[in-house]
Antibody
């Protein structure tokens, strides 16, 4: 059974940095790109970017460029998303999602991590 | 860049057929595959259609997808609606095969 298990909810102050983890089991970690998606309360999805765990190459959405860093640790099968300079509109649920290198869809999703940014 | 526009909400009764549209603002809808995701309240999304019309294993054949180049749109059709189909549905495609673009989502209510 494939599982993507994310770290727990976070509360951060404006200007701080948050780092969320996503541990994979049930598939070969390096065979799937790992994407990160933001969902603000009651809103749709904003794609943030992805990492190729095989070589660490990253692609980021223009909206988050400069504030987001996505990494992958193949030794533990864990991906990370770090978002800096947090502001109130970063309050959202963040999902990791694995996409097979031979697929077009985001096949497997984590359970989501709620990040609240509040002073 | 382009945006994918979906109706904000739709409603239908059990047993009926509903179609959710996803219109691409610029560039051809056929230039990049379209995927559809279902997100039930409080849950993570799951794919229900990939590569315009293919169903992942385990997705019932009541779900079907298509694209229409004349209207530059993709559609998700759900037939024989069931109460458990009540969810938010999102279309998704790619910009330059790399950047992921999501539609704004459609809230489907099964009355």
């Amino acid at each position: 059974e494939v599982q993507l298990v994310q770290s727990g909810a976070e509360v951060k102050k404006p200007g701080a940095t948050v780092k969320i983890s996503c541990k994979v089991s049930g598939y070969t970690f390096s065979d799937y790109y790992m994407h990160w998606v933001q969902q603000a309360p009651g809103k749709g999805f904003d794609w943030m970017g992805y990492v190729d765990p095989e070589d660490g190459e990253t692609i980021y959405a223009e909206k988050f460029q400069g504030r987001v860093t996505i990494t992958a640790d193949t030794s533990t099968g864990t991906a990370y998303m770090e978002l800096s300079s947090l502001r109130s509109d970063d309050t959202a649920v963040y999902f990791c999602a694995g996409r097979s290198m031979s697929s077009t869809s985001l096949d497997y999703w984590g359970q989501g991590t709620m990040v609240t940014v509040s002073s | 860049n382009f945006i994918l526009t979906q109706p904000h909400s739709l409603s239908a009764s059990p047993g009926e057929t509903v179609t959710i549209s996803c219109t691409r603002s610029s560039g051809s809808i056929a230039s990049n595959y379209v995927q559809w995701y279902q997100q039930r309240p409080g849950s993570s999304p799951t794919p229900v259609i990939y590569e315009d019309h293919r169903r992942p294993s385990g997705v019932p054949d009541r779900f079907s997808g298509s694209i229409d180049t004349s209207s530059n749109s993709a559609s998700l059709t759900i037939s024989g609606l069931k109460p458990e189909d009540e969810a938010d549905y999102y279309c998704q495609s790619y910009l330059a095969t790399v950047h992921v673009v999501f539609g704004g989502g459609t809230k489907l209510t099964v009355l």
